[in-house]
């Protein structure tokens, strides 16, 4: 969802083209990763290929159209808190969105680096870079 | 317990969307409506490019020179164009999407590299092969066509060939974008390494 910039039915449609990708290309799955590497591998490029050609479209969905209650409306702190790191998570450049939110998905470093074909120790300091980003621009909203 | 401790916190408190019960049959059936459309399409490319070969052989063409050149350049750039594109979406189809990210947008910088020389070069020789034909089949109109329909002819493509113009023109604005967005991002990204 995040990729999609909350925009739920783009957010279905990538969701349903990793499954076909997945279909067509799983004879050429040859563990030489694991699966789910594999099929991450392929949920990212099929992201960064979609919103490439939806990019102009998107400059005008971003935040505003997020799933999640906006400010207009009677939400808790919690639901404010998400808004908010959604909105920093938008801010950060594409290669440190796709990390992050691996990270966040709670995935084991060297195999975000399998993802992103970035090295174990690059994608450590990354990381640490990125959160440190994130927690700034939450505690202060920019980053 | 870190900041970011806390982040991740409210990361894994949000509601996932729910899995369709009927998810896989929706998908194996879209698999099975692609490769259906794919067939379809080859088919109709290619009964056209039969029907237009065995017409041109059918009403001699090769003979008369002049309205025939006309014609080769008019329908040939059209017909150079839509396969240029069939192409190219064909070779964004088949980039391989199992790689990992680094290496797959060097293959779709690569992709949009190639889009570049189409734009740079194949276009422009293409719109003027379309204006050579059409303008060599002006004198053909005007001497059997009546003086108005001759004008609402050539006044109306003018004003076509302008807005297809503009629509390729904004069409190669838009990947020119991505490729000079994605290149720069790239370059960011081997600096942070």
């Known amino acids: ?143 | 317990m870190t900041a970011f401790d806390d982040i991740k916190k409210q990361w894994e408190s949000q509601a996932y969307p729910k899995t369709p019960e009927n998810g896989s049959e929706k998908v194996l059936a879209k698999v099975s409506a692609i490769k259906k459309k794919q067939q379809i399409t080859n088919v109709i490319l290619s009964a056209t490019a039969l029907i237009l070969i065995a017409f041109f052989f059918y009403i001699s063409a090769y003979k008369v020179s002049r309205a025939m050149l006309g014609l080769f350049l008019m329908i040939g750039a059209l017909g150079f164009r839509i396969v240029l594109e069939v192409m190219s979406i064909q070779r964004l189809k088949q980039l391989d999407r199992t790689l990992d990210a680094k290496n797959f947008k060097q293959q779709l910088i690569s992709y949009y590299n190639r889009r570049v020389w189409v734009h740079g070069l194949a276009t422009p020789l293409i719109l003027a092969a379309y204006c050579v034909g059409f303008i060599i089949l002006l004198p053909l109109f005007k001497e059997n066509l009546s003086e108005g329909l001759y004008t609402y002819v050539w006044v109306s493509s003018i004003v076509l060939l302008l807005v297809f113009s503009i629509f390729i023109g904004i069409q190669i604005k838009r990947e020119f974008h991505v490729l000079k967005k994605m290149k720069s991002e790239t370059m960011e990204e081997d600096k942070n390494l």
């Open chain 1, 1 to 143: 969802m995040s990729y999609a910039k909350g925009d739920e039915t783009l957010a279905k449609d990538l969701v349903q083209e990793v499954f076909i990708k997945v279909w067509e290309h799983l004879e050429s799955f040859r563990e030489a990763s694991s699966i789910s590497t594999w099929i991450y591998r392929i949920a990212v490029n099929t992201c960064l290929i979609a919103l490439r050609s939806q990019r102009k479209m998107q400059k005008t969905t971003q935040v505003d159209s997020l799933h999640i209650p906006s400010k207009d409306e009677d939400i808790n702190e919690k639901e404010d808190q998400l808004w908010q790191l959604h909105q920093c998570i938008n801010k950060l450049p594409e290669g440190s969105k796709t990390i992050i939110l691996l990270e966040l998905e709670g995935l084991p470093q060297k195999e975000i680096a399998a993802i992103t074909g970035i090295s174990h120790e690059a994608i450590r300091v990354r990381i640490h870079r990125i959160k440190n980003n994130l927690t700034k621009c939450m505690k202060h909203d920019s980053i």
